[in-house]
């Protein structure tokens, strides 16, 4: 009789804590994850210097199978469901040349075949690196999201124009990124 009781008392506690268990088993952790690069720019001097001048920055790359945060929660690349960007900030640095050169142009940010194209604000480099001048990427990331988590790395270089040559320049960029993953246990 005694033993009848503990199972009725003990079978409901059971089937409380599977489903506790369950829950726990379910559950998808988002880790924040912030990743810099410095994108190197050398614009010539031309014969007319007030005429502006083409350039592409060197390429940025990034693996999220490889981002250390992530790492640490990470067993297996498939683990990861979702990649979503917060926010891309860039600032100019070392400006060495003609101070009244200016900058346009965009970042492009490539994940596989897809690359999208997000402008960046038109400026004086001379006066954004004096006054450590911090700009914010602003644009729709949906298809660039959706393209991240399918393939789980990244791409990006800056490209545009520079008048007012020479001039020589860093952009260095932040992207911080929420990276969703659902541990296999």
């Known amino acids: 009789m005694r033993i009848l009781k503990c199972i009725f008392l003990f079978c409901p506690l059971l ?4 489903d506790e268990v369950e829950e726990l088993l379910e559950q998808e952790i988002d880790i924040e994850t912030t990743f810099i690069t410095e994108l190197e720019i050398n614009v010539p001097n031309v014969p007319t210097p007030e005429t502006p001048m083409d350039f592409q920055s060197n390429t940025g790359l990034w693996d999220f199978r490889e981002d ?9 690349s498939d683990e990861i469901t979702k ?9 100019y640095k070392d400006v060495v040349g003609n101070s009244d050169a200016f900058v346009e142009g965009e970042i492009v940010i490539a994940v596989g075949q897809a690359g999208e194209e997000f402008e960046t604000a038109v400026v004086n480099l001379a006066q ?9 990427l602003e644009g729709d990331f949906t298809r660039v999201n959706e393209a991240l988590t399918q393939l789980r790395a990244i791409a990006f270089f800056y490209s545009g124009s520079v008048s007012d040559n020479p001039v020589s320049f860093i952009t260095d960029v932040s992207i911080n990124c929420t990276v969703t993953i659902k541990p296999d246990i």
């Open 15 to 18: 089937f409380f804590y599977c």
């Open 83 to 91: 990649i979503r960007i917060n926010s891309v900030r860039y600032f």
């Open 68 to 76: 250390p945060n992530v790492m640490e929660y990470l067993g297996d």
């Open 128 to 136: 954004a690196d004096f006054n450590n001048t911090l700009f914010t």
